[in-house]
């Protein structure tokens, strides 16, 4: 058991575990599959390093392994604070600089999670209708772009648009303002309002 605990600590398992509890636990972009596999190795080397002083003062493996573990699992839990701080002196000194602001979240997330902004139309690039109504969920991280939407109630006025002129014309007649979230990978434009 012992064995089997150690080469988990020494061969980076943990630094999956922080990854895991990391973006479960925030909205940050996760980047790319490389950026995952650097953060990992990050952490799982910043897990090895506490493991290698709590064992130089500790004798008992498993228990070293314990107490690294809620370690590392502290910290994990803190380091949304510190990339906040870090993204709040950074935007502060880009605004100095008069550059626009900087955000380690996707822009899909940042859309999609404006409670302000429930109504939606999908339309594809050619101004054909996907899909209307009322957001109602989106996926986790593992199922990229897939959302739940509740139609509209058939009495609704939204319920008869069809066309992105018409969707205009009853969003300008009615003075909301919206949003409009481009996908050029999905050839999809998503249409936000309240």
Request: aromatic residues 18%; charged residues 20%; negative net charge.
């Amino acid at each position: 058991m012992e064995d089997i605990l150690k080469s988990l600590v020494t061969l980076g398992g943990f630094g999956f575990f922080n990854y895991k509890v990391f973006f479960s636990i925030t909205d940050f972009d996760s980047g790319s599959s490389a950026d995952k596999h650097y953060f990992i190795a990050l952490m799982s080397s910043f897990n090895y390093f506490i493991y290698l002083i709590i064992n130089s003062f500790c004798s008992n493996i498993i228990l070293s392994i314990m107490i690294t573990i809620l370690i590392s699992f502290a910290i994990t839990l803190i380091l949304p604070l510190i990339f906040k701080v870090y993204y709040w002196f950074v935007n502060f000194m880009r605004r100095k600089n008069h550059l626009p602001k900087l955000s380690n979240e996707k822009i899909s997330d940042k859309v999609f999670n404006d409670e302000d902004n429930n109504n939606c139309f999908i339309f594809n690039f050619e101004g054909h209708l996907i899909s209307k109504g009322v957001i109602g969920g989106m996926s986790g991280e593992n199922e990229e772009f897939s959302y739940i939407i509740f139609p509209f109630i058939k009495d609704n006025d939204e319920s008869i648009i069809e066309t992105e002129a018409e969707l205009f014309e009853y969003l300008n007649d009615k003075k909301i303002q919206a949003t409009i979230y481009l996908n050029f990978e999905k050839k999809i434009k998503v249409i936000f309002y309240q």
